[in-house]
């Protein structure tokens, strides 16, 4: 198995951007991400921590999530292992955004078309890899 992976599941929270209504409307966040990067803290009536394998703030780029999820996964599945992406969460809790992104920029792009174009490349440079060894 790749040694990129560590875990055979992990679990990762994503908190999403405001949309432009919250932002407009002066909505504020309800949820802190800590310094370990690993837990969010939730502000209601009384605080609760939330504790995941990692955790990306608003502030974080599809880029990062995919360097941090999407490519050890893909590397993984790459070298004939199973790998599953699950996005879970409310209506409106930002999976979409996460999962497919905009698909007009390559920068905003999200989990799936990084993980496909990645493993594309990966069973590419596996068959040249290959031509060039003589398939053995």
Do not use: W
């Not at 992990?10 to 999403?16: A, I, L, P, S, T």
């Not at 990062?64 to 490519?71: D, K, N, W």
């Not at 920068?107 to 990084?114: N, Q």
């Amino acid at each position: 198995m790749s040694d990129q992976v560590d875990d055979c599941v992990q679990v990762v929270c994503r908190v999403r951007p405001m949309n432009k209504r919250e932002v407009a409307g002066q909505c504020k966040s309800v949820v802190d991400l800590r310094e370990d990067r690993k837990t969010l803290v939730v502000d209601g009536a009384t605080s609760q921590d939330f504790h995941y394998d990692h955790c990306f703030g608003p502030e974080s780029t599809q880029d990062q999530l995919f360097s941090t999820v999407g490519e050890p996964l893909t590397a993984s599945v790459a070298d004939g292992y199973n790998g599953t992406i699950f996005a879970y969460g409310q209506t409106g809790s930002g999976k979409t955004h996460t999962i497919l992104g905009s698909l007009q920029s390559k920068e905003e792009a999200g989990l799936l078309p990084r993980v496909l174009e990645h493993l594309f490349a990966c069973m590419k440079a596996k068959q040249e890899e290959e031509s060039v060894s003589g398939g053995n």
